[in-house]
């Protein structure tokens, strides 16, 4: 009974650990690219992730898109998935956490460990969310099944990587908006200032 008590005690511990570093860190870090692969990094040491992938969801084309890796390589996993293709686009389709330990059904998801190449025993994807809609999908491999405690952390962690994500998008938005007015301004301004100068020349 003690070490129950010990152990829900550390459990939670740990939960509180994951979410206040995570906060901490989506705090800090404002552009998009710096809130990926952030979150992705705390979220995979937490869970004890051996490998994860970041994908977000580009509307038009309806394709997931790599765009964070974590121990991942960049260079020969597949870079995009179709909305219902493969692990990540089927958790996308169905909006819902999605596990898989089957051996065979990860082999596309590699573990480089710089030693060796070794298929992750179990997978799970977890779909981002932001008010009912998907903006990503998070895909994390490990050796070991997720238990319970990992399973928590991912699901308090991920709404909050969907408000960065998202505020983070909005504030990249704004930036590249206010970098074009200036620049549209700067190119008013010199056009005044031509017409200006042939105007005295004309009087």
Do not use: W
Request: glycine share 6%.
């Amino acid at each position: 009974h003690f070490r129950h008590v010990i152990e829900m005690l550390q459990n939670n511990y740990n939960r509180l650990t994951a979410y206040s570093e995570l906060m901490t860190a989506l705090n800090k870090h404002e552009s998009t690219e710096n809130v990926e692969q952030v979150s992705l990094q705390i979220l995979c040491l937490h869970m004890g992730a051996a490998v994860g992938a970041l994908y977000l969801l580009e509307n038009e084309s309806n394709v997931l898109r790599l765009v964070g890796g974590y121990a991942l390589n960049m260079t020969e996993d597949k870079l995009e998935y179709k909305v219902g293709e493969g692990i990540p686009g089927q958790c996308a389709a169905m909006k819902q956490n999605l596990e898989v330990n089957d051996i065979v059904a990860t082999k596309g998801f590699i573990i480089d460990t710089g030693l060796v190449r070794v298929a992750p025993t179990n997978v799970l994807a977890v779909p981002i969310l932001f008010q009912e809609n998907l903006i990503g999908v998070i895909v994390l491999g490990a050796m070991q099944p997720f238990d319970k405690l990992r399973l928590e952390i991912i699901k308090n962690s991920v709404p909050q990587i969907g408000v960065a994500i998202t505020n983070a998008m909005n504030m990249d938005s704004t930036r590249k908006l206010s970098i074009e007015i200036v620049s549209k301004n700067n190119e008013l301004n010199t056009k005044n200032a031509e017409l200006q100068k042939a105007y005295r020349v004309k009087s």
